[in-house]
């Protein structure tokens, strides 16, 4: 069965340097998140998207910023990157009906040197 | 959400049934419990969920108390590959509305340890 894409699978950049992060939900799914997991934390949620509409925001710095496109995929953009953002990130995918359970993707590791 | 709480680690023999505890008292009647597990470095991987009754699928089995106050997972037959941090979680479901609902709130899991 198809799952949850994301792009790059590793990303290494500078400090004050920009990245954008990529998610293919799994298809038909509608609702798309992003979590950061830090070194030894537990995954932090940041933000979701519903037909294209931001439904939810958790701690998300106002240096990122996400969108979802008209073929559900979702791109994490981030800024003035600093050391601590250096993590897991995850995207995972669902459909909002039916209590259906979040399928996540196996993330991009990013650096930031 | 409602918050849950699982014991730091456990440990299992392979071959074994590997039982996960979880309570979560304070939970309403329109949330759901979750359990995913994260193998290291990989995604969370959704294992199984549950309202009221007891759930199984081809990974696990899940028993929740009449009261709904703790749940608890079992991996009948544990493997090597069962190693993994597993994570109880408790959702609002679909059907309570608001803008809430949808996102899983990782808290501290329980590290599954399965030895030969």
């Known amino acids: 069965a198809a799952g949850v894409i994301q792009s790059p699978r590793h990303l290494i950049k500078e400090k004050r340097e920009t990245a954008t992060l990529k998610c293919y939900p799994i298809p038909r799914h509608d609702t798309v998140y992003w979590y950061q997991q830090g070194p030894g934390q537990d995954p932090q949620f940041l933000i979701s998207f519903y037909e294209k509409m931001q439904s939810d925001k958790g701690s998300i710095p106002d240096r990122f910023s996400a969108q979802q496109f008209s073929d559900y995929h979702s791109e994490l953009n981030m800024s003035s990157l600093e050391l601590g953002d250096s993590a897991l990130y995850f995207c995972a995918s669902s459909l909002r009906i039916d209590n259906s359970p979040l399928h996540f993707g196996n993330g991009t590791r990013l650096t930031v040197t | 959400d409602a918050k849950t709480t699982q014991p730091p680690s456990m440990d299992c023999a392979e071959g074994r049934a590997a039982n996960l505890p979880c309570n979560h008292s304070?939970?309403?009647?329109?949330?759901?419990v979750y359990w995913y597990r994260q193998i290291h470095s990989q995604g969370p991987q959704y294992i199984i969920h549950?309202?009221?009754n007891n759930e199984t699928n081809e990974m696990a089995s899940l028993i929740i108390t009449e009261d709904r106050k703790s749940s608890t997972l079992i991996l009948p037959h544990a493997t090597l590959r069962d190693t993994a941090v597993y994570y109880c979680?408790?959702?609002?479901?679909?059907?309570?509305?608001?803008?809430?609902?949808?996102?899983?709130?990782f808290g501290q899991g329980t590290i599954l340890t399965v030895h030969p």
């Open positions: 549950g309202l009221k």
């Open positions: 979680i408790v959702r609002v479901a679909a059907n309570a509305g608001g803008t809430s609902y949808g996102k899983l709130t």
């Open positions: 304070t939970i309403s009647g329109n949330e759901y």
